[in-house]
């Protein structure tokens, strides 16, 4: 999902992450993929939900390994399979409880490294303070919101919707942050990016069939995850942390914020079912924790601009594992309107060619 844990990097955090379902790895350079919502962190998403989805300094890039296209399918894959572990989750436990095992278990992986890597988190305070904040917007609010929704739309419905997080972020970037201005082709990208979730929804027919709230609810996770990427941009551009130490600073407040508020809204569970924990334990594990450490070696090596093109294939993995393994229905206008909405997020992140000056023709002259 758009970027897993997500805090996005200063170069492309407003506009492009699950986590992601999408989720997005936080960073200040490079914007995570959504995680799955991720947390992502950078491309973050994105959980995309993605997507997955803080760090500092930019990512310089390394060279490109023989390997990193299976590192980067594989993120493809946890990223697009955790709205499907998300289903599977609700199904034994009540939605905080999903996101806070999720969250839980993507910070104990990030921690762990952390440990063997011998690092530190941050010291300041106020480096803290925004991390608390960006850990509400593009992890504990995202991801409880994917997990709400998913109660009553597919998960097919949710990683779509999912993908929307680069039109949110084009749109609010142009009100938030001066320095971008939107061209006309980000201008035609937005619109036909939602004229793709019109067509997802069914809008010509009355959105029948469709769950309104659930689906707000996905699409709030998706405007969630722009609203901090934003807020990260402006905030943590530039702190003198590493991406890792501030990805573990950041969910690890994630998970302190649900441990709250979880025992609030919920009672515990009567039981602890064997599939929806698995599920559960590998939507941490895999789709947060693991998740961007994959993506932060890609950035790295690849640069986030080739490493965030894992936006666009985790509603394709997501609609398919939905299809395949929960058996959820699929008409003709969902996955036509899900190419829609890439293509209108592709061009939102598209740049123009530099228009090249005429040289003047032999014998003519320039007066």
């Known amino acids: 999902m758009s970027t897993t844990t997500g805090v996005a990097t200063a170069s492309s955090a407003a506009t492009t992450n699950s986590s992601t379902a999408k989720p997005s790895p936080p960073?200040?350079?490079?914007?995570?993929?959504?995680?799955?919502?991720?947390?992502?962190?950078?491309?973050?998403?994105?959980?995309?939900?993605?997507?997955?989805r803080t760090g500092t300094?930019?990512?310089?890039?390394?060279?490109?390994a023989p390997g990193w296209p299976l590192r980067f399918a594989v993120l493809s894959l946890v990223w697009g399979f955790s709205f499907l572990f998300i289903k599977v989750g609700t199904q034994g436990f009540a939605p905080l409880q999903v996101t806070l095992g999720r969250v839980a278990f993507g910070a104990l992986v990030l921690?762990?490294?952390?440990?063997?890597?011998?690092?530190?988190?941050?010291?300041?305070?106020?480096?803290?303070a925004h991390l608390t904040v960006a850990a509400f917007f593009l992890n504990a609010l995202p991801f409880s919101l994917f997990a709400y929704s998913e109660l009553t739309i597919p998960s097919t419905l949710a990683g779509i919707c999912n993908a929307t997080s680069p039109l949110w972020g084009m749109a609010l970037s142009v009100i938030a942050l001066a320095e971008d201005r939107p061209s006309r082709r980000r201008v035609a990208g937005l619109g036909l990016g939602f004229l793709g979730v019109l067509t997802v929804l069914g809008a010509w027919q009355g959105f029948a069939g469709t769950?309104?709230?659930?689906?707000?609810?996905?699409?709030?996770?998706?405007?969630?995850?722009?609203?901090?990427?934003?807020?990260?941009?402006?905030?943590?551009?530039?702190?003198?942390?590493?991406?890792?130490?501030?990805?573990?600073?950041?969910?690890?407040?994630?998970a302190t914020q649900l441990a709250v508020v979880t025992p609030v809204f919920t009672t515990a569970p009567a039981g602890y079912p064997v599939i929806p924990l698995l599920a559960v334990i590998a939507l941490g594990v895999l789709?947060?924790?693991?998740?961007?450490?994959?993506?932060?070696?890609?950035?790295?090596?690849?640069?986030?601009?080739?490493?965030?093109?894992?936006?666009?294939?985790?509603?394709?993995i997501a609609t398919a594992a939905g299809v395949a393994l929960l058996h959820e229905q699929l008409s003709w206008n969902t996955p036509v309107g899900a190419l829609v909405v890439l293509a209108g997020?592709?061009?939102?992140?598209?740049?123009?060619?530099?228009?090249?000056?005429?040289?003047?023709?032999?014998g003519s002259t320039t007066g």
Do not use: C, N
């Open 111 to 128: 921690l762990i490294v952390v440990v063997l890597k011998r690092e530190r988190l941050p010291r300041s305070r106020r480096i803290w």
């Open 27 to 52: 960073t200040t350079t490079a914007r995570p993929t959504a995680d799955a919502h991720t947390t992502a962190p950078t491309t973050a998403s994105a959980h995309s939900d993605a997507a997955p």
């Open 57 to 64: 300094a930019a990512l310089k890039s390394t060279g490109r």
């Open 287 to 316: 789709g947060t924790g693991l998740a961007f450490l994959i993506q932060y070696g890609l950035v790295a090596e690849i640069g986030p601009t080739t490493a965030q093109m894992v936006t666009y294939f985790i509603p394709v």
């Open 211 to 254: 769950d309104l709230t659930g689906t707000a609810m996905a699409l709030g996770a998706s405007l969630s995850y722009a609203i901090g990427w934003i807020y990260v941009r402006r905030t943590l551009a530039g702190a003198p942390h590493s991406h890792l130490s501030m990805s573990s600073a950041q969910l690890l407040l994630a």
């Open 345 to 362: 997020a592709a061009l939102t992140q598209s740049k123009p060619r530099p228009s090249t000056p005429t040289l003047p023709r032999p």
